[in-house]
Nanobody
């Protein structure tokens, strides 16, 4: 079970922090990632983090503005979003990867949680 939270309405230039909490037995030893789907667009990977936080990656559009992190003691990952832009408006989802270090493309997943809506006003 995945529970995403932290979304909301924010003005351009503002910040939000998303959180995703999972069951303890499914959290450790895997990479985790954040995906998003904007209206009328395909779902895309936003950021990923390896099982031990040693490796992080970001889509080009959010580099330098978003930071992914995880707390294995709380079975939770976070996405700190700063200097937000209108084009960041989307539903954001978290997912567990299949390996310790990387996240697959969105079409590899057959199930998605409800996500959390992020809306940036210009």
């Amino acid at each position: 079970q995945l529970v995403e939270s932290g979304g909301g309405l924010v003005q351009a230039g503002g910040s939000l922090r998303l959180a995703c909490t999972a069951s303890e037995d499914m959290f450790n030893d895997y990479a985790w990632g954040w995906y998003r789907q904007a209206p009328g667009k395909e779902r895309e990977v936003v950021a990923s983090i390896s099982w031990n936080s040693a490796i992080t990656s970001y889509t080009e559009a959010v580099k330098g503005r978003f930071t992914i992190s995880r707390d294995n003691t709380k079975s939770t990952i976070y996405l700190q979003m700063n200097d937000m832009k209108f084009e960041d408006t989307a539903v954001y989802y978290c997912q567990r990867g299949f390996t310790r270090s990387t996240m697959p493309s969105p079409n590899r997943f057959s199930w998605w949680g409800q996500g959390t809506q992020v809306t940036v006003s210009s």
